[in-house]
Nanobody, 127 residues
């Protein structure tokens, strides 16, 4: 069982910043493109950002483009989501996910592409 562990969520005021982290086992992390998704109350889970195995290619949802940055650190088997200029509508449970990939420069944005998921971390943005 692959375990991805998120951290860094919390309560922040509108306009503030948070950095989420997600750590996984090396054997999975090194072979996967990684992604972040979020699910707001009463809504479906949606794509936020993704990063390729190489770390050179990133992809963002339009709602987060320019405010969020995804990155990865191989030495720590960790993927990050830096969130700036947070808005109340960013309030959600944020999940990281891993998609095994044979390709180094591919990102994935569909939930069905991801085989492994973390337990989620709550982000609440107050107005």
């Amino acid at each position: 069982q692959v375990q991805l562990v998120e951290s860094g969520g919390g309560l922040v005021q509108a306009g503030g910043s948070l950095r989420l982290s997600c750590q996984g086992p090396e054997r999975t992390f090194s072979r996967s493109s990684m992604g972040w998704f979020r699910q707001a109350p009463g809504k479906e889970r949606m794509f936020v950002a993704a990063i390729s195995r190489s770390g050179d290619v990133t992809n963002y949802a339009d709602l987060t483009k320019g405010r969020f940055t995804i990155s990865r650190e191989g030495a720590k088997n960790t993927v990050y989501l830096q969130m700036n200029s947070l808005k109340p509508e960013d309030t959600a449970v944020y999940y990281c996910a891993a998609a095994l990939s044979a390709y180094y420069a591919v990102t994935k944005y569909r939930e069905s592409d991801y085989a492994y998921w973390g337990q989620g971390t709550q982000v609440t943005v107050s107005s």
